[in-house]
Nanobody, 129 residues
Framework: QVQLAESGGGSVQAGGSLRLSCAVA??????????MGWFRQAPGKEREGVAA????????FYDDSVKGRFTISQDSTKETLYLHLGPVKPEDTAMYYC????????????????????WGQGTQVTVSS
């Protein structure tokens, strides 16, 4: 079992930056073997993957829409996942979720939501123009 809790959302102007955090708790063996991802969902749209990281070696994956603007990272204790957003655009407005999933379900398509078993409650990011 893995428990996830996001924080750091808020309102920001276009061109600004924001850092989201996701506290990771639960079985250490389960935590350490997972892929971790950040997803977002805007009203009326499907949930989409924006970034993912393999917890074991830190290898990262990004959707083309955020490549070069967002950065996913983990702290040295592997108890917190981060997503640095910036420079942001109005189309980045969405509820952002962190998620954890086992390698056998996530490694081929790390940005696919169906591969993730554990989800946080989400944190809202609103970008004004």
């Amino acid at each position: 079992q893995v428990q996830l809790a996001e924080s750091g959302g808020g309102s920001v102007q276009a061109g600004g930056s924001l850092r989201l955090s996701c506290a990771v708790a639960g079985s250490k063996s389960s935590r350490d073997s997972n892929y971790m991802g950040w997803f977002r969902q805007a009203p009326g749209k499907e949930r989409e993957g924006v970034a993912a990281i393999y917890w074991v070696d830190g290898y990262t994956f990004y959707d083309d829409s955020v490549k070069g603007r967002f950065t996913i990272s983990q702290d040295s204790t592997k108890e917190t996942l981060y997503l640095h957003l910036g420079p942001v655009k109005p189309e980045d407005t969405a509820m952002y979720y962190c998620a954890a999933g086992p390698p056998w379900k996530t490694r081929l398509q790390p940005l696919r939501a169906s591969g993730y078993d554990y989800w946080g409650q989400g944190t809202q990011v609103t970008v004004s123009s």
